[in-house]
């Protein structure tokens, strides 16, 4: 990734195959300490929905609720700030992405 570069994109499909609502929720998982999570930006959209942060933050986000046997689409974007400097050349952060999915009471 290149500071203000085309952004990478990641698209997770998600269908729920209970009877009953689901609530959907974006998270990362980075380590914060990392020099370089915070200046990576991911952006997770649904279906009208759109959540923002950086890989310092793991709290989860909601994306809304999804009805039973209902699915979509979850597209997790990621770009390098571009005001990141030169001092993170070289540097590197690993970094997984989630929908959590939490069963409502029917």
């Known amino acids: 990734m290149l500071p203000g570069a085309a952004p990478v ?5 998600v269908t729920n195959v209970t009877n009953v609502p689901v609530s959907l929720w974006a998270l990362s998982s980075a380590n914060p300490s990392a020099a370089l999570a915070s200046q990576v930006v991911w952006t997770a959209q649904r279906s009208g929905s759109s959540v923002s942060s950086d890989l310092t933050d793991s709290d989860a986000h909601p994306l809304g609720t999804l009805a039973a046997g209902e699915s979509t689409e979850v597209v997790f974007t990621l ?16 970094a997984s992405f989630f929908v959590r999915v939490i069963q409502q009471d029917s």
Not at 82 to 91: D, R
């Open 9 to 13: 994109v990641v698209t997770a499909r």
């Open 79 to 94: 770009v390098l700030s571009a005001s990141a400097g030169n001092e993170y050349q070289g540097q590197s952060v690993s």
